[in-house]
């Protein structure tokens, strides 16, 4: 599936009618465990995201060894919400908890093996306890929530010439606004 945002300025065609859409707030609240405490159902739609974006790849930036507590996390919150054993998680596959990045660097045997061996780190937290440490250790990434755009910046060379440059920002809760590259044309 692909997905894609949406301008609030924009509107639907009646061609587009048929597409499903979906809300997507970006806002993080700055405690997950009052989140879940204060409203389950609101903390779940937020675990529900972070786990999509993770597995989606839209955080390039979190460690392996972090990569891999998330999806033995996932996994341990599957096996205790549908009460399953490990080899009945596996089949539905890797690519459910772990992002296409971390498969690609290594064999599917090796990330089971390490994350079967993993899982008894959290054999005695509930489900809603995974979920926590889940959002804690999502939101911990240096590229958590942020969003990046690509902009024009003026600058001024020799002689008092100035000229546009593309410059690509990324905004974050926990870093500000960061220029990250320019693009040179």
């Given at each position: 599936?692909?997905?894609?945002?949406?301008?609030?300025?924009?509107?639907?065609?009646?061609?587009?009618?048929?597409?499903?859409?979906?809300?997507?707030?970006?806002?993080?609240?700055?405690?997950?465990?009052?989140?879940q405490?204060?409203?389950?159902?609101?903390?779940?739609?937020?675990?529900?995201q972070?786990?999509?974006?993770?597995?989606?790849?839209?955080?390039?930036?979190?460690?392996?060894?972090?990569?891999?507590?998330?999806?033995?996390?996932?996994?341990?919150?599957?096996?205790?919400?549908?009460?399953?054993?490990?080899?009945?998680?596996?089949?539905?596959?890797?690519?459910?908890?772990?992002?296409?990045?971390?498969?690609?660097?290594?064999?599917?045997?090796?990330?089971?093996?390490?994350?079967?061996?993993?899982?008894?780190?959290?054999?005695?937290?509930?489900?809603?306890?995974?979920?926590v440490?889940?959002?804690?250790?999502?939101?911990?990434?240096?590229?958590?929530?942020?969003?990046?755009f690509v902009?024009?910046?003026?600058?001024?060379?020799?002689?008092?010439?100035?000229?546009?440059?593309?410059?690509?920002?990324?905004?974050?809760?926990?870093?500000?606004?960061?220029?990250?590259?320019?693009?040179?044309?």
């Open positions: 599936e692909i997905f894609h945002s949406l301008s609030p300025f924009r509107n639907l065609e009646k061609n587009e009618a048929g597409l499903q859409l979906w809300l997507r707030v970006q806002v993080r609240h700055k405690n997950a465990v009052e989140l405490r204060l409203d389950s159902v609101a903390f779940d739609y937020y675990f529900v972070c786990k999509y974006d993770f597995v989606a790849d839209l955080f390039p930036n979190v460690e392996r060894d972090d990569q891999l507590r998330l999806a033995c996390l996932d996994i341990a919150i599957t096996q205790k919400t549908y009460n399953v054993d490990i080899d009945s998680v596996f089949k539905q596959g890797l690519d459910q908890f772990v992002p296409n990045s971390l498969l690609s660097q290594y064999k599917k045997a090796e990330v089971k093996k390490v994350l079967h061996a993993s899982l008894r780190n959290f054999a005695g937290l509930r489900a809603e306890a995974c979920k440490h889940y959002v804690e250790l999502l939101e911990a990434s240096p590229n958590f929530s942020s969003q990046g902009a024009t910046k003026e600058v001024t060379g020799g002689h008092g010439k100035s000229a546009q440059e593309p410059v690509e920002l990324w905004v974050s809760p926990n870093h500000g606004i960061v220029q990250i590259a320019v693009h040179s044309g």
